[in-house]
């Protein structure tokens, strides 16, 4: 399933691509996937076996190139990217060796303490590369900087969230999160924007890869690893799974996080988890609301603000 952002390439297209890049035409389809991208694997005339990804294009993409290029010369479980992105009118158009197999790790605290070391292990290997201004602005959901106290823009449908107001404790608590957030002054690092379980595959036990890199976000540390804590699993992980992952990130990472820097994850955790609730509700779908109901006091009260729901 893909969402109305997910651009329709035909093979004649797709061939060309392949013959403008690699001086060898389109064989085959190995397999084709993506949800606001469309992502496939393909076999060219010559053999070579590769995976091409086509998405709106974004300047900041050059920049996630970047990181992904190097993070990869590093050592770090990936797919080699085979060149920047190539602007095609207004798609990006990239490739990278195809690296097959591996598995998700089924959510739960085994999956979240796997994950926030890995992604400690992400940070502490992607930060020190290159110039991060240029990762500005950041990705989706993850604009709680933009001016005034209205949702960003999602990036795979097309309603605007400021045009649903109910239930009004999403709003309200929203604000709540951002402030915490704005209120920061945490310096910045490299990281994962998507840290969803489906994006990490593991072969026996051992991590095989990390995908989607055109999510990498110049953030906070405690935002980074607190957005991931709350969305991991499938976009819904539980408070104890959060509370998991957070404790391996912090571990992994070698030092230390003092009471702001732990109030600052859970608030943008609660932030990511506000943006898809209220999205779910643009689409008529209130189970992710329902699900958080019964967790935003507690996450708020993690997040340093004690109030109880009927107060929001």
Not at 18 to 32: D, G, N, T
Not at 137 to 154: C, Q, V, Y
Not at 218 to 246: H, K, M, N, W, Y
């Amino acid at each position: 399933m893909g969402s109305w952002k997910r651009p329709v390439i035909s093979q004649e297209t797709l061939s060309a691509w392949c013959m403008a890049r690699f001086a060898s035409p389109l064989s085959a389809i190995i397999f084709e996937s993506g949800y606001s991208s469309a992502v496939l694997g393909i076999i060219l005339g010559d053999e070579r076996r590769v995976v091409v990804k086509a998405r709106d294009w974004h300047d900041r993409l050059l920049s996630c190139w970047l990181v992904h290029r190097q993070v990869w010369e590093a050592g770090f479980p990936c797919p080699e990217p085979l060149g920047p992105p190539e602007r095609h009118d207004d798609l990006a158009i990239s490739f990278e060796k195809y690296l097959p197999g591996g598995e998700p790790l089924h959510p739960g605290r085994d999956a979240a303490e796997e994950l926030g070391r890995v992604l400690a292990d992400l940070v502490k290997v992607a930060s020190p590369i290159g110039d991060s201004s240029t990762l500005y602005p950041s990705w989706g959901f993850l604009r709680w900087d933009d001016p005034g106290d209205t949702w960003p823009l999602a990036t795979d449908i097309a309603e605007d969230l400021n045009m649903r107001h109910d239930p009004a404790w999403i709003e309200h608590a929203a604000r709540l999160a951002r402030s915490i957030i704005r209120g920061s002054k945490l310096p910045t690092v490299i990281g994962h924007g998507d840290w969803w379980t489906d994006n990490i595959r593991w072969d026996g036990g051992h991590l095989l890869s990390v995908d989607d890199w055109d999510s990498i976000v110049c953030l906070s540390e405690p935002a980074i690893a607190g957005v991931a804590a709350a969305l991991f699993g499938f976009g819904q992980s539980t408070i104890e799974d959060s509370v998991s992952f957070l404790d391996a990130y912090i571990a992994a990472s070698g030092r230390r996080w003092n009471t702001l820097e732990y109030q600052h994850a859970w608030a943008a955790g609660l932030w990511a988890r506000l943006f898809d609730a209220r999205k779910a509700t643009m689409l008529g779908d209130y189970q992710v609301t329902t699900q958080l109901e019964g967790e935003v006091e507690e996450r708020l009260d993690r997040a340093g603000v004690k109030m109880r729901l009927s107060e929001l």
